[in-house]
């Protein structure tokens, strides 16, 4: 980012959320790959220069949009776990409720969805500072497993992971440490429990289930369910989520 003085004052006005809100709303129409700075000036009714003095390449405008979406997606997962546990729920209906959260953002954000769920950007490659924002929504689901696994709530695995571990160190920090047996592959299997979780909204915002099944939302409380038996955890459908 440039550090001038133009840059500074351009912060200092509020041109970046100015800027960021065009963008956003042109997400939809013209996908990541086709956002311009010219694109996002003109619909802003900004002058390009003035659009650079804040991001002055595309790729800096994209960083941002990626850091805030990342940033609330996970924040409206984190919210949604305090909620269900300031009411002292189970980590399944604890679970439920955060991917239900993400959900809602997803629909209502689908643009910024596909910006960090959907197919690369061309040419673009996002930078270190994503990491952390990215590492939101894997955070609240790894913390909830954690949970479940302290207060006895998981079901042992019926097919135990075989051979070694196939983590990086990132995700065992991320996770606390690998549990002992027999929940040794418990970090694993959330893993598939994310990675399905996204494939399902993935599926569901870009309309891939609407001609399969009669109700897409309690589709997907079904799917979660059925994905969270992979760590062993009983997840509520249904109206009952206590």
Same mark, same amino acid.
């Given at each position: 980012?440039?550090?001038?003085?133009?840059?500074?004052a351009?912060w200092?006005?509020?041109?970046?959320?100015t800027?960021?809100?065009?963008?956003?709303?042109?997400?939809?129409?013209?996908?990541?790959?086709?956002?311009?700075?010219?694109?996002?000036?003109?619909?802003?009714?900004l002058?390009?220069?003035?659009?650079?003095?804040?991001?002055?390449?595309?790729?800096d405008l994209?960083?941002?949009?990626?850091?805030?979406?990342?940033?609330?997606?996970?924040?409206?997962?984190?919210?949604?776990?305090?909620?269900? *546990?300031?009411?002292?729920? =189970?980590?399944?209906?604890? +679970? #439920?409720?955060?991917?239900?959260?993400? &959900? $809602?953002?997803?629909f209502?954000?689908?643009?910024?969805?596909?910006?960090?769920?959907?197919?690369?950007?061309?040419?673009?490659?996002?930078?270190?500072?994503?990491?952390?924002?990215?590492?939101?929504?894997p955070?609240?689901?790894?913390?909830?497993?954690?949970?479940?696994?302290?207060?006895?709530?998981?079901?042992?695995?019926?097919?135990?992971?075989?051979?070694?571990?196939?983590?990086?160190?990132?995700?065992?920090?991320?996770?606390?440490?690998?549990?002992?047996?027999?929940?040794?592959?418990?970090?694993?299997? *959330?893993?598939?429990?994310? =990675?399905?979780?996204?494939? +399902? #909204?993935?599926?569901?915002?870009?309309? &891939? $289930?609407?001609d399969?099944?009669?109700?897409?939302?309690?589709?997907f409380?079904?799917?979660?369910?059925?994905?969270?038996?992979?760590?062993?955890?009983?997840?509520?459908?249904?109206?009952?989520?206590?």
């Amino acid at each position: 980012m440039d550090d001038s003085g133009t840059s500074v004052a351009a912060w200092s006005t509020g041109l970046p959320a100015t800027i960021k809100d065009s963008a956003r709303q042109l997400l939809p129409k013209v996908g990541a790959g086709g956002l311009t700075l010219d694109a996002v000036a003109a619909s802003s009714g900004l002058a390009v220069t003035e659009v650079e003095a804040v991001f002055p390449h595309r790729d800096d405008l994209l960083t941002a949009l990626v850091i805030d979406a990342y940033d609330a997606s996970g924040a409206a997962m984190e919210q949604a776990d305090r909620a269900a *546990g300031d009411a002292g729920a =189970s980590a399944g209906t604890r +679970l #439920l409720a955060v991917t239900r959260a993400l &959900r $809602t953002w997803s629909f209502a954000n689908p643009g910024e969805f596909t910006l960090i769920y959907g197919s690369p950007v061309p040419e673009y490659h996002a930078p270190q500072e994503t990491v952390p924002p990215a590492s939101r929504t894997p955070a609240v689901l790894a913390g909830i497993v954690r949970a479940a696994l302290e207060a006895g709530e998981l079901t042992p695995p019926g097919r135990p992971l075989t051979g070694p571990s196939l983590l990086l160190p990132e995700a065992v920090e991320l996770f606390g440490g690998v549990p002992e047996a027999p929940f040794s592959d418990v970090v694993e299997r *959330g893993i598939v429990l994310w =990675s399905s979780l996204i494939g +399902l #909204l993935v599926f569901q915002v870009f309309s &891939r $289930t609407h001609d399969s099944v009669r109700d897409e939302s309690a589709f997907f409380d079904f799917a979660v369910a059925v994905a969270a038996e992979s760590i062993g955890l009983v997840v509520p459908t249904g109206d009952n989520t206590d």
